[in-house]
């Protein structure tokens, strides 16, 4: 068993194409979700410019439609998803007390998947036209007949093939949370934010097979020309909105939950207190994950379900208000009798409150149908998703961001910009979205390129765009901060914050590759602060130290991943050849992967690290 | 939790093979997660072919299309490969690689058997009942749901039938054990799919 | 509760005091729209009371817990407290059914099909890429852009369309019904208790000019609606000169249908002279710009007005010269219908 040393370690852009490190595509899914991020801002921006002012015309009318398109779903499965990704890669393996996580190839091959559907959706710019109907890609607008450039098959494409990775990346992150928690860590015993990303990685497993069929039946009806949603053949419509919602929703969800745990860490840590409620915390997410795949049809309303449908869907919709209003309340008493400290990272986190009750309360106005007649498809609706993803997951992954990114690279963000960037950008928020409630109530329908003069739309529009250049501002400041920061040495401490109250701030920030030199014993929850509680500097070992096994690096998922991308390209401009090239690649690179075992290498104690050696504050 | 590590068991395979290691048993604990999220995926194409199944536009209806018989050996002989793959499972506990084998190659037979009749199913509808993808929502659907199964039989004989080869290089070990028993896990569940489809597919199609 | 009153009767003040009542979801012009505006009120009453709370408690707690430097002592570690947990629970699921309650009566009652009552107005709305077509099955009147109604009767809508989906939306009166294609087509109704002109929309994105598929409904008195049905089906004069004749039966009445002439598959023109707007969004009047401006405007350069409009362009496609125009523009802005 020659293994140990003789195990072939790549430098630089290979090792980032080969590893299987959970830290290290943590910080792929970070720079991938932040590029995206950055691209859909900026499309943001652009669709803002245009309604600055009625009749303009700084876009065409399909250049617009090929904006939202693109904003909403670059936004959500290639901006805000990646990045929440990032996180659960850094944090949840740490928060366990894990080694890495249950299936580091398959971590890995759901990145580059996610990758290339993300690149393949936005190569639609340059290959004759992004999608223009919109993010709901509503049939018939979707179909050939009506769209008829290649922009939706990128995007039935595209995001078949992100969401592929998503999948992968889902049922992981639940194996490794039900097998590979420390010795002592119950359910009941599991960080928050552990807790909430087990929930998301759960409804991803139930919500995105939904998506992925409704796309393929799309893909079908615009490339083999099959009739789905082909009324004059039988086909229809309105099963389409059923199926994209029934994915649609509880994507809501699976952004949201995991904001929620970043904000049950953060503020616990900063207020100095144990997190109020925990198990009624635990209940309600169930509970919110639960009830949202049963809502889907509150995005329907005006299709005409029926009354019967209209009242049954208000109700469960309404519902989720009440596990939503425990969870506020519960960290609202968190900070009640605490010490509160307000870093970059808290006040993203205490921002996020009053921001997210604000969307909360709208959505339950949504949910009342015959309100909802009059709100649907306005700015009040635009108003009320941005003020929950924005002003809800957006700010708590800002609020995630600082708190982790001394875990993540060994520096703790700039604490005076990263609060100068906090006011611009929550500033700025609140500008561009609270109006917009009122330009929906005043009559102005979303998803138009322009509006006629005179009709009282024009000075809100133009606070809106004003204050959607403030939040420009807001992320380009945070960018600076990026960027000295990383000028700076890794110095951070263990414990940076030093009222850290989980694992991950028991160990090196940032980590030694093998995360826990013994895999430590839990003994409560909050396991880290329970241990400095009772005079303890370290965890408690429940193992000697010995050997660490760890998994080989891996060209294969990138491959994979690109031959996916090729077959998705063939298909699409129906060159079969060039599909069974792709998928030859994959279906070789999984045998590979099957008839070749990974045996791993090993870490042996005498180049295992000190575990202490930044325990003094830097 | 004293799993051995995978290198140390050459000739004394414990009972469970596929659940001796931490990975074997995330593998099969993924693997039901998987199946969950193919339940989800399946449970959408029935839920469209549902919707559609009586939009026939200028195509056949189900009933004019559908002959019970060949659908019926079909899902026999599925329903058997189940069986056999039962009786492979039961061979590898017993540590019985050649028998293992031999199951899980009549397994791959009746497979390909079904795979069979049904490539021959799609190709009289196409050719002599003018019933192809573009005809109707309903033949769209069918297509789709059918066509989605059958495409997860032939990437299950695929992959059995690589797993054969791989048992005979590298023997019965607690790292091949694992992926026989998904794998038998998987052919399973495309059986289960297999019966549902039988039910509201054909037998539906034929009274309803 | 008391010292909330004041406030929340400034709000609505405040509210009402926005849009313009031709078009604002605030300023209800009929029952459906009032019903649902009330609905609104009421969930709106709820919830600023839930914001105070959460704000009142969030900013004592942000200002009365900050840590003070060379705090050193931990605080107490509150597991939770089973009282509050019961009673944040409780609360919000009162208020939750007191709307839900409120939400499932109105539910039914503008669920309600006024089709088969006697004693309403029945229009078949269809909806095209980008324009509304209003037929009246009881008169055997069709017309495109202006919904005529009469005041104080409920009006019974069946809505669909031939091609992508929209919605059908007059802000004032009444809340959204989405077209869908046959097979799978909506019912409403709403009434309109004054006389005025009010604007509607489309909601729901149906291509480029999503933005620009508005339409108008001139509620007017019975008598007026009889008259204006009257003279939808008198006969309609054609242009004296001869060539201009020729050249609306050749050109225009192919898709477009003045009277009993021309063809059902662009909007009809009859009495296009006496509409609100031309093409929808250039507004008659509007900027001193007249009927007959407007007309020349769109046939000019339809892609220009409506960015993606089926109309095929009068100059490039169907070659006319701009006194073609012209004469057509002028015929058409004269055909006025007086009622």
């Known amino acids: ?618 | 939790m004293s799993a051995p590590h995978p290198e140390q068991v050459t000739s004394a395979l414990p009972h469970e093979p596929e659940k001796a290691t931490l990975e074997g048993r995330n593998k099969v604990l993924a693997f039901w997660l998987f199946l969950g999220g193919e339940s989800v995926l399946f449970g959408t194409l029935f839920a469209t072919f549902l919707a559609l199944r009586n939009q026939v536009a200028d195509g056949p209806t189900a009933n004019e299309l559908f002959k019970l018989p060949t659908v019926a050996a079909a899902t026999f002989i599925l329903l058997v490969s189940s069986l056999t793959s039962v009786f492979a499972i039961q061979a590898m506990h017993k540590g019985n690689r050649k028998l293992l084998q031999i199951w899980l190659a009549i397994t791959v037979v009746l497979g390909l058997g079904f795979l069979g009749l049904e490539i021959t199913e799609f190709y009289e509808y196409v050719n002599h009942e003018k019933y192809g993808m573009t005809t109707s929502a309903f033949s769209s659907a069918f297509y789709t749901l059918v066509g989605f199964h059958g495409a997860h039989v032939a990437f299950g004989v695929l992959w059995i039938s690589m797993l054969i080869g791989q048992l005979s290089k590298k023997g019965l070990t607690v790292v091949t054990a694992p992926k026989v028993y998904v794998s038998a896990m998987y052919w399973h569940f495309i059986d289960v799919v297999w019966v549902f489809i039988f039910t509201v597919v054909y037998l539906l199609g034929k009274v309803g | 509760m008391k010292r909330l009153l004041p406030l929340l009767a400034g709000l609505a003040l405040l509210l009402s005091g926005c849009g313009r009542e031709d078009l604002s979801v605030l300023k209800p012009q009929g029952p459906v729209a009032q019903g649902q505006y009330d609905l609104m009120k009421l969930s709106i009453t709820i919830m600023i009371v839930v914001l105070l709370i959460v704000f009142g408690i969030a900013a004592y707690v942000l200002i009365r817990f900050r840590r003070r430097p060379g705090q050193t002592d931990v605080p107490e570690q509150v597991e939770g407290n089973f009282k509050l947990e019961v009673l944040w629970t409780v609360i919000p699921l009162i208020l939750v059914l007191i709307l839900g309650a409120a939400t499932v009566q109105k539910v039914f009652a503008y669920g309600e099909n006024y089709w088969n009552d006697k004693n309403a107005i029945k229009v078949k709305v269809t909806a095209h890429q980008f324009w509304w077509e209003f037929t009246y099955p009881d008169y055997g009147v069709t017309t495109a852009q202006d919904l005529i109604i009469p005041t104080g009767k409920k009006i019974a809508f069946q809505l669909k369309t031939v091609d992508v989906l929209h919605s059908f939306w007059v802000p004032s009166l009444a809340g959204k019904t989405d077209t869908n294609p046959e097979g799978s087509v909506n019912t409403a109704w709403f009434q309109a208790d004054k006389e005025g002109v009010y604007r509607g929309k489309c909601a729901e994105l149906c291509g480029q000019s999503h933005g620009y598929m508005e339409f108008k409904v001139k509620a007017v008195s019975q008598a007026k609606f009889d008259g204006w049905v009257k003279v939808m089906k008198a006969p309609v004069a054609m242009p004296e000169d001869k060539a201009t004749a020729e050249l609306l039966k050749n050109q225009c009445l192919s898709c477009h249908a003045i009277g009993d002439q021309g063809g059902p598959l662009a909007p009809n023109l009859t009495g296009i002279g006496s509409r609100e707007s031309v093409a929808s969004i250039l507004i008659n009047g509007e900027d001193g710009k007249t009927v007959k401006q407007n007309l020349v405007e769109w046939l000019s350069d339809p892609q220009k007005v409506k960015p993606g409009n089926k109309m095929p362009s009068p100059k490039e496609k169907m070659h006319l010269t701009d006194a073609q125009i012209d004469a057509i523009a002028d015929y058409l802005s004269k055909s006025k219908l007086n009622y």
Not at chain 1, 50 to 73: C, R, S, W, Y
């Open chain 1, 1 to 618: 068993m020659a293994h140990a040393h003789s195990v072939k370690r790549h430098k630089g852009l290979m090792d980032w194409l080969t590893t299987v490190d959970h830290k290290k595509i943590g910080i792929l899914y970070l720079l991938a979700g932040a590029f995206f991020f950055g691209i859909g801002g900026i499309e943001a921006l652009m669709i803002r410019w245009q309604l600055i002012k009625p009749l303009n015309d700084f876009v065409t009318a399909q250049q617009f439609n090929e904006l939202i398109t693109m904003h909403g779903t670059t936004m959500i499965f290639l901006g805000v998803m990646p990045i929440i990704f990032a996180l659960m890669n850094a944090v949840v393996p740490l928060q366990i007390g894990a080694r890495d996580v249950a299936f580091p190839f398959l971590n890995s091959l759901g990145f580059w998947t996610f990758l290339f559907g993300g690149i393949l959706l936005n190569l639609s710019w340059v290959m004759g036209g992004a999608p223009d109907a919109g993010w709901t890609a509503y049939t018939p607008l979707s179909t050939v007949a009506y769209s008829g450039t290649h922009g939706v098959d990128f995007y039935t494409i595209g995001l078949q093939i992100a969401g592929l990775g998503t999948l992968i990346g889902g049922i992981n992150f639940l194996a490794t949370i039900i097998t590979m928690r420390a010795p002592g860590m119950s359910f009941m015993r599991m960080p928050m934010f552990t807790w909430t990303i087990f929930i998301t990685s759960a409804i991803i497993l139930f919500a995105f097979p939904a998506i992925t069929v409704g796309l393929v039946l799309l893909s079908f009806d615009r490339i083999l020309g099959a009739n789905f949603f082909e009324v004059g053949q039988g086909g229809s419509p309105v099963l389409w909105e059923h199926i994209f919602w029934i994915f649609g929703h509880p994507e809501v969800y699976i952004l949201i939950l995991p904001a929620f745990g970043v904000i049950s860490e953060v503020i616990p840590t900063f207020a100095r207190k144990r997190l109020f409620g925990y198990s009624s915390m635990v209940f309600a997410t169930i509970l919110i994950a639960f009830l949202g795949f049963m809502v889907w049809a509150h995005h329907m309303f005006t299709t005409g379900m029926g009354p019967v449908a209209n009242a049954l869907f208000s109700i469960s919709t309404m519902l989720i208000a009440v596990p939503t209003g425990i969870k506020i309340f519960n960290w609202l008493f968190t900070l009640w009798g605490g010490q509160i400290r307000f870093t970059a990272a808290n006040l993203y986190a205490t921002g996020f409150i009053p921001t997210f009750v604000m969307g909360g309360v709208t959505g339950v106005m949504l949910a009342a149908a015959p309100a909802d007649y009059q709100f649907h498809d306005t700015y009040f609706v635009v108003a009320h998703f941005h003020y929950v993803i924005v002003g809800g997951l957006v700010l708590g992954i800002f609020s995630g961001l600082h708190y982790w990114w001394p875990k993540m690279f060994g520096r703790i963000l700039n604490e005076t910009i990263g609060k100068i960037a906090f006011w611009f950008f929550i500033i700025g928020f609140h500008l561009t979205f609270f109006v917009q409630h009122f330009l929906g109530l005043l009559g102005m329908q979303r998803r138009i390129f322009t509006y006629l003069p005179n009709q009282g739309f024009d000075t809100l529009n133009l606070v809106s765009t004003v204050g959607a250049f403030l939040m420009g501002v807001g992320v380009l400041i945070f960018l600076y901060n990026v960027v000295i920061t990383s000028m700076r040495p890794a110095d951070a401490a263990n414990d940076p914050w030093e009222d850290g109250r989980t694992l991950e701030w028991s160990i090196p920030s940032p980590p030694p590759e093998y995360n826990f030199k013994q895999t430590p014993l839990v003994r409560g929850i909050d396991a880290y602060w329970k241990e400095k509680m009772a005079g303890h500097t370290e965890m408690t070992p429940a193992e000697p130290v010995g050997d660490i096994h760890m998994p080989s690096a891996s060209i294969l998922p990138f491959v994979m991943s690109v031959g996916i991308f090729i077959a998705g390209l063939g298909f699409m401009y129906h060159y079969y050849w060039i599909v069974a090239g792709g998928l030859g690649i994959l279906f070789v690179c999984m045998a590979i992967r099957s008839l070749y075992d990974d045996k791993g290498w090993h870490i042996h104690p005498e180049d295992q690290v000190e575990t202490n050696r930044k325990g003094v504050k830097a």
